[in-house]
């Protein structure tokens, strides 16, 4: 028999915590399915003891092919860091659960200081089917089945009627049944009846039945419905404020009444829940998400200033976090805030407020980059009025740098002292920078930058940032003087730059596999479809609005789905009235790619700062743990990279079985120009872990994050990937040519997928051919060439390297 439905009831206890680490509590998270889980809390009264866990959960099959849960311990106090740190993972699947039959069964996790946790569960089916149509749960069985196992007088009855509750809701949700509605409607109140009024949940409790009495007003309109739900809703805030349920019933009335002051209170009530102080990080921010899409679907007016709540308290939340990964895990914990800073901007140009939306942007994307780089801001001009200040900010931002972790400590206790002392140090800085706030021209020290600050990125020429929203999909050019110019995409939505991203990634695998002289016509039509329905609507605005000079330099900054695309080389592949060719983008303008606006101005603040240049060459031809092939050709293209320096500049070459990682850690912290050619791995589960592949380890991403060496230059990364970041992810911009940039690195050749190793090298030939040609009477390298060189070698190799190879590099920095 197959089982199509299926319910689960677990029950855990015996859950041993570490001997002298005693948690705040002991979570165990279930996904109920894609989008939703469960969260069961346990208080902990002894280290050496077992744990109760008496809590029941209903789960369908339908939902998830798989039980998947994680048990967290939060080994702080306060909310402000409930989800704990992952202890023990379960992946099991559904049959592997039900041999065990009715018996209880442990499952160990590793040890934590020489403990063993251990949990203890029974699985029991509450339904099973054979019929594809069958309904989701069968009430005569979900009910008497769970309640088993929770009798009348039991002292934890409530708990499970609260999520017989829920399990009956989502099936309501799912199909629509009236019947079950009134029975979640019953199972809540009789829930409440048996729960203490003291009890810390009776907040869910009442929001819960408040929400069924909102979709059951939905049906009947009946008033007495939405009066019982906002009572409900302002008895939830008598037991926790912070939590202001009663905008559910608010928006629930207003929908069927369109009555604007309850849409008014509503959002009044959004704001004050996500700025409610003694709520912690994590639920303020999904009361801020939820507080923006609601004013994104009634085009309310507070939307603008539900995405710039929502920024802070992703800053703040994120700030807390003591190790750089765990502030990526804390930044993309909510999946439904990945598209919000697209969404904000959008926002904006849809006002007509563009200086907004660039602002908006720029603060919401690449978070972990404006975070890292807080603790190295330079202090020259702050150094002149208060060098006492300058020099403690200083301070603690370096002690700040050196206590941050950057991987999982394997010894618990140190790494809760160490995230301990993070924050204690953090509260310091923040004070230190308020202080700073507090002097003459500092008003806005390490704050978002305003819009004024941010076109300092465009004083070479105009910044181009494409927004891909699921609201609308438009441009917007940050011109070197003046206000912003808004460029409508009016023929492309989301969805049609996913088939884009999508198609590009098709045609990029097949052409790897064909002769390099066939014609490329399925990248063609791709380029084409770029060229007409962007790029030349951004180059007419260009030309007719900003008046912009051929061959001048422009930067592009993409956005979500935008990153995936080849947007440098957009080409209409027709001609002229004439026979002549239509120029290309590349025919036009020199192109170059920036993260963030910020990354820019960062880099070219840096260039007041120039060092006499040195040039590294480091190869590595293996592929690393045996996995891919060699790069037979990375010896000769180091051969030729050194013959094309200039001989005035001192120069080292790295290979075979120097090119450690070690080695070249060290080759980029001595030399201000570095040509890298390696294998290359973008990480897609965590980019922080993309590597370069060396001989002996792996030279991360983290490695080079963890260098501050501003004196650098120039990097060429003849390697796969470089320039490409997480796909879940796109607006944190986290990849390998980012890292470089940050660490110091002002101009930054990097890769957008696989290179072939034997054709790359014509396109590094007349890279540096171009690199080098008319060098100053000094003969002093000058980095800001990078673009122009590059630009001139994809068309110099036309006849020798394949489109797609041609395409693969791209320009990042000044």
Not at 123 to 152: K, M, N, Y
Request: glycine share 4%.
């Amino acid at each position: 028999m197959i089982l199509n439905t299926l319910t689960t009831v677990i029950n855990g206890k015996n859950l041993r915590v570490a001997s002298g680490r005693i948690p705040a509590g002991i979570y165990i998270f279930i996904n109920v399915d894609s989008k939703r889980r469960w969260k069961s809390t346990i208080s902990v009264l002894s280290p050496d003891e077992s744990v109760a866990w008496g809590n029941t959960v209903t789960l369908s099959s339908h939902a998830s092919p798989t039980l998947s849960s994680e048990t967290r311990a939060s080994f702080e106090l306060g909310r402000m860091l409930s989800g704990g740190e992952v202890i023990g993972k379960l992946e099991m699947s559904w049959d592997e659960l039900l041999d065990h039959g009715d018996e209880p069964f442990d499952l160990s996790f590793p040890p934590v200081c020489s403990v063993h946790p251990s949990l203890t569960l029974k699985a029991a089916v509450v339904q099973a089917c054979d019929d594809h149509d069958c309904i989701l749960f069968d009430r005569e069985c979900l009910s008497p089945e769970s309640l088993t196992l929770r009798p009348p007088g039991h002292p934890h009855r409530d708990t499970t009627l609260n999520n017989l509750a829920l399990a009956l809701d989502t099936r309501y949700d799912k199909l629509d049944i009236d019947e079950d509605l009134n029975e979640v409607i019953d199972w809540y109140r009789e829930s409440l009846r048996l729960m203490r009024p003291d009890d810390l949940e009776r907040h869910v409790t009442l929001h819960n039945l408040s929400s069924a009495l909102c979709s059951h007003f939905t049906q009947t309109e009946e008033n007495e419905d939405i009066e019982e739900a906002i009572t409900l809703g302002h008895k939830s805030l008598a037991t926790l404020s912070s939590l202001h349920p009663h905008r559910e019933a608010h928006l629930s009335r207003y929908e069927i009444l369109h009555d604007p002051a309850d849409l008014s209170l509503a959002m009044e009530n959004f704001r004050l829940a996500s700025r409610h102080p003694t709520q912690g990080f994590p639920r303020r921010i999904i009361e801020a998400v939820d507080w923006a899409r609601e004013a994104e679907i009634h085009q309310h007016e507070s939307a603008l200033e539900a995405y710039q709540t929502c920024f802070e308290l992703f800053d703040s939340h994120v700030m807390t976090r003591w190790s750089i990964i765990s502030r990526r895990e804390a930044a993309t914990a909510f999946s439904d805030a990945r598209s919000l800073p697209v969404d904000a901007a959008s926002c904006a140009i849809r006002r007509d407020d563009l200086q907004r939306a660039v602002e908006l942007m720029e603060q919401g994307r690449g978070q972990q980059w404006s975070l890292a780089s807080r603790l190295r801001t330079p202090l020259e001009d702050l150094g002149s009025i208060s060098p006492e200040v300058a020099r403690k900010f200083l301070q603690l931002s370096k002690y700040l740098s050196d206590t941050q972790g950057s991987a999982a400590n394997t010894d618990k206790a140190a790494t809760d002292r160490a995230a301990t002392e993070y924050r204690r140090l953090t509260r310091q800085w923040e004070t230190v920078a308020a202080e700073i706030r507090d002097l003459p021209d500092f008003s806005r020290f390490l704050l978002p930058p305003l819009y004024g600050d941010l076109q300092a990125a465009a004083r070479q020429g105009p910044v181009i940032i494409l927004v891909a929203s699921q609201y609308s999909c438009s441009v917007v050019i940050v011109p070197t003087s003046g206000d912003p110019h808004h460029v409508p995409l009016p023929s492309v939505a989301l969805a049609d730059l996913t088939n884009l991203k999508d198609g590009f990634a098709r045609a990029i695998r097949h052409a790897s596999i064909m002769d390099p002289k066939l014609p490329r016509n399925d990248l063609i039509v791709l380029l084409r479809t770029v060229w007409n329905e962007i790029m030349l609507l951004i180059v007419n605005v260009l030309q007719h609005d900003l008046k912009l000079k051929f061959h001048s330099r422009i930067w592009l900054c993409p956005t979500a789905a935008f990153t995936s695309i080849p947007l440098q080389a957009a080409h209409p592949f027709r001609r002229n009235a004439d026979r002549s060719k239509e120029p290309c983008l590349e025919d036009l303008y020199i192109c170059s790619y920036t993260p963030t606006l910020s990354a820019l101005v960062r880099s070219r603040q840096m260039m007041k700062k120039r060092v006499t240049p040195s040039f590294a060459t480091i190869g590595q031809g293996q592929s690393g743990a045996g996995k891919g092939k060699a790069l037979l050709a990375v010896d000769s293209e180091l051969e030729l990279v050194h013959k094309l320096v200039p001989a005035t500049t001192n120069r080292i070459t790295i290979s075979g079985d120097a090119a450690t990682r070690a080695g070249a850690l060290t080759a980029l912290q001595e030399n201000t120009w570095v040509h890298l050619a390696c294998h290359g791995k973008q990480d897609p589960t965590q980019p922080y872990n993309s590597h370069f592949v060396m001989k002996d380890e792996h030279l991360t991403l983290l490695d080079i994050m963890e260098r501050d060496i501003p004196q650098t230059e120039f990097a060429f990364l003849s390697a796969c990937h470089t320039a490409v970041g997480d796909e879940d992810t796109p607006d944190e911009v986290i990849h390998l040519a980012a890292g470089l940039q940050f660490s110091g690195f002002k101009s930054v050749i990097g890769t957008l997928w696989q290179v072939d190793d034997a054709v790359a090298k014509h396109v590094v030939e007349a890279f540096y051919t171009y690199m080098f040609t008319d060098l100053n009477d000094d003969g002093i390298m000058d980095c800001t060439k990078a673009a122009w060189a590059l630009n001139c070698a994809t068309h110099a190799v036309k006849t020798k390297v394949p489109l797609e190879q041609r395409m693969v590099f791209v320009h990042i920095g000044v």
